[in-house]
């Protein structure tokens, strides 16, 4: 009876909130100032294509992105449909996780990402911002639904129900993100990426060029944008945002001793804002604010982390 209070406590907070989100987007900007939520002009918000370009940009979104994934994936992950399909569920709990549980997130973020780059041009192109919800979703579906069958004829993956899993996941989270105007102002999903020692030594574009895998060097979070809060987005906190994530380390590393994974809490700068404010309205200013809203640059500070798991990494060379 506890739970279902709680859980009916938290659907109407949001439920109230997406109300309150909705009815923000009715105002008009100098209504929107009244409720003191000041937040840089970005163009790609309201960018939409004539009816001359649109079709080439449906088409281009449509046949050119599996083609991409087909082509890194054969050159890359070794798809081969002859060798035939397997059946490979990686293991993504505990501190035996494979790649410490790392690229599940990967697949998060990656289906997450996906769908809302889809989204954004098919409601840009023509769709309703709900048709083109779903449309987004059904695509960003499609393609990565077709990606882990393709890794069933990878010698070195196979087909992974948890992969699939992960990737509903993040496609969800895009469309919460896509139906809800404030939830979208105050949260996003963002990914750090430094390279790994090995990656640095090893790096060749034929033979280990593929970045995404570095798992070592990783971090996916949560992150909360105060600049999309009334009232603090009028303050100096507008530049903070406050992070929530995850990383392993040591899994697929061999200078590292211990494999750990790790949950975090942080404090970074929302470089979206500082580069909005400071920059004059354009495409230039946009894109800046569209890119370091998904990409979280590694100078932060994590105020508090808990490790989930530690223990010896057999592969550590001095």
């Known amino acids: 009876m506890k739970k279902n209070i709680v859980f009916l406590s938290i ?11 909705q ?4 105002k008009t900007e100098k209504d929107e100032e009244e409720i003191l939520i000041k937040l840089p002009v970005n163009l790609y918000d309201s960018l939409t294509f004539s009816d001359e370009y649109s079709p080439y940009i449906r ?7 599996p083609l991409f994934f087909t082509v890194y994936g054969i050159t890359t992950w070794g798809w081969d449909i002859d060798k035939g399909f397997t059946y490979n569920p990686e293991t993504y709990k505990g501190k035996n996780a494979v790649h410490g549980a790392a690229d599940k997130f990967g697949h998060l973020y990656s289906s997450f990402l996906l769908k809302r780059f889809s989204t954004f041009l098919l409601h840009s192109s ?9 449309e987004g979703a059904i695509l960003a579906e499609l393609i990565m639904l077709a990606t882990e069958i393709a890794d069933g004829f990878s010698p070195d993956y196979g087909f992974d129900i948890y ?18 105007p404030l939830l979208d102002r105050i949260f996003t999903l963002q990914f750090e990426y430094v390279p790994t020692k090995e990656m640095r030594e ?15 060097g990783t971090k996916f979070m949560l992150t909360t944008k105060l600049a999309g809060i009334p009232y603090i987005s009028l303050s100096p906190f507008r530049y903070i945002n ?11 590393q061999k200078y590292v001793k211990t ?14 804002i500082v580069f909005g404010d400071i920059l004059p309205v354009g495409y230039t200013s946009s894109t800046l604010q569209t890119f370091f809203n998904y990409i979280h640059l590694p100078w932060d500070i994590e105020a508090k982390r808990i490790k989930l798991s530690k223990i010896a990494n057999e592969n550590y060379e001095d």
Do not use: C
């Not at 992969?163 to 809800?180: K, Q, V």
């Open 11 to 21: 659907f109407l907070f949001i439920f109230q909130f997406q109300l309150y989100g």
């Open 23 to 26: 009815e923000i987007d009715r």
């Open 59 to 65: 088409g281009g979104l449509i046949f050119i992105t």
């Open 126 to 134: 023509g769709s309703s911002k709900n048709r083109a919800n779903i």
């Open 163 to 180: 992969d699939f899993m992960f990737n509903n996941i993040g496609i969800l989270i895009g469309m919460i993100f896509d139906w809800s």
């Open 202 to 216: 090893e790096f060749d574009l034929i033979d280990n060029h593929d970045l995404p895998t570095d798992y070592g």
């Open 242 to 252: 406050i992070d929530f994530g995850y990383y392993s380390r040591g899994y697929d």
């Open 259 to 272: 494999k750990t994974r790790n949950l975090f809490f942080g404090i970074s700068v929302n470089f979206s």
